[in-house]
C-alpha cells in the first residue's frame, strides 16, 4: 500500500475550523483516500473517503489536492466530541495489495473549550 | 446500521492459556481483519481474510493464527497467551472494493498476566 503522512498532533479551539492535512506522494491511480477517526476507548469510525473529486458529508469536507499527492480533511466547527486521532489511509481499488488495510500513526486532534 | 460485534470487551488471561477472539459481521462482508493497537505504534495488521476459509498474514502474525469457517464469523487465536500479546485487538470488515466503508467493532482489551 502506498505510504501517508500525517503531523503527529493538532491543537484547536471549540467552534473554529480544523485543517487535517496528509501527504501521499505515491498514490496510484486507483487509490481512494479515506479518513477514519478514533475517540478514546472506541473503534475507529468512518468520516469520509474520496477518489479525485472533493467531497463533503455532515461531519466533514475533504479536499484533494488537483495532483493527488495530499489532501485536508476540513472540520468546519470544531466540537469538544472532536477530539480524537484521525487517520488518513489509501485503499488500493486493484492490484495484489486488494484488502490489506494498513495505518500510520494518525494525528492527535486536540480541541480546547 | 452495519454491525462489527466483538464478543469479549475485556478479558484477563493467564500466561499460557489459549485465547480465542472472536468478530461477527452481520452485512455479508469478504473482508475481515485483525489489528492490535498498542500506545505508540498505532493499529497493526496481525491477519485478513477477504473470503471464507482464507486467510492471509499481515505485519505481526507471529503468535496468533486465524479461523474463517463462515463468512460473517473472523475469529483470532493465540495458541499460548504471552505478557507481551497484552493489548486492544479491532477487529474490522468491509464489502466490495476498496471505495467502501471500513466498520470496527468496539475493541477487546486482553491483559495477559
Known amino acids: 500500500d502506498a505510504k501517508t503522512t500525517q503531523p503527529n498532533s493538532m491543537e484547536s479551539n471549540e467552534e473554529e475550523p480544523v485543517h487535517l492535512p496528509c501527504n501521499h506522494s505515491?498514490?496510484?491511480?486507483?487509490?481512494?483516500i479515506h479518513w477514519y477517526r478514533q475517540l478514546p476507548s472506541q473503534g475507529p469510525e468512518y468520516v469520509i473517503h474520496?477518489?479525485?473529486s472533493n467531497v463533503n458529508n455532515r461531519m466533514a469536507s475533504l479536499a484533494i489536492a488537483e495532483d493527488r499527492k495530499s489532501s485536508t480533511l476540513i472540520l468546519h466547527r470544531a466540537t469538544l466530541r472532536d477530539a480524537a486521532v484521525y487517520y488518513c489511509?489509501?485503499?488500493?481499488?486493484?492490484?495484489?495489495?486488494?484488502?490489506?488495510?494498513?495505518f500510520g500513526q494518525g494525528t492527535i486532534l486536540t480541541v480546547h473549550p | 446500521d452495519v454491525k462489527v460485534t466483538q464478543s469479549s470487551r475485556y478479558l484477563v488471561k493467564r500466561t499460557g492459556e489459549k485465547v480465542f477472539l472472536e468478530c461477527v459481521q452481520d452485512?455479508?462482508?469478504?473482508?475481515m481483519f485483525w489489528y492490535r493497537q498498542d500506545p505508540g505504534l498505532g493499529l497493526r495488521l496481525i491477519y485478513f481474510?477477504?473470503?471464507?476459509?482464507?486467510?492471509e498474514k499481515g505485519d505481526i502474525p507471529e503468535g496468533y493464527s486465524v479461523s474463517r469457517e463462515k463468512k460473517e464469523r473472523f475469529s483470532l487465536i493465540l495458541e499460548s497467551a504471552s505478557t507481551n500479546q497484552t493489548s486492544m485487538y479491532l477487529c474490522?470488515?468491509?464489502?466490495?472494493?476498496?471505495?467502501?466503508?471500513?466498520?470496527f467493532g468496539e475493541g477487546s482489551w486482553l491483559t495477559v498476566v
Open positions: 489511509i489509501l485503499r488500493d481499488a486493484g492490484g495484489t495489495s486488494y484488502g490489506k488495510l494498513t
Open positions: 481474510s477477504y473470503d471464507v476459509k482464507m486467510k
Open positions: 474520496g477518489l479525485t
Open positions: 505515491t498514490i496510484s491511480g486507483t487509490d481512494y
Open positions: 474490522a470488515s468491509f464489502k466490495g472494493h476498496s471505495g467502501n466503508t471500513i466498520y
Open positions: 452485512m455479508d462482508h469478504e473482508n
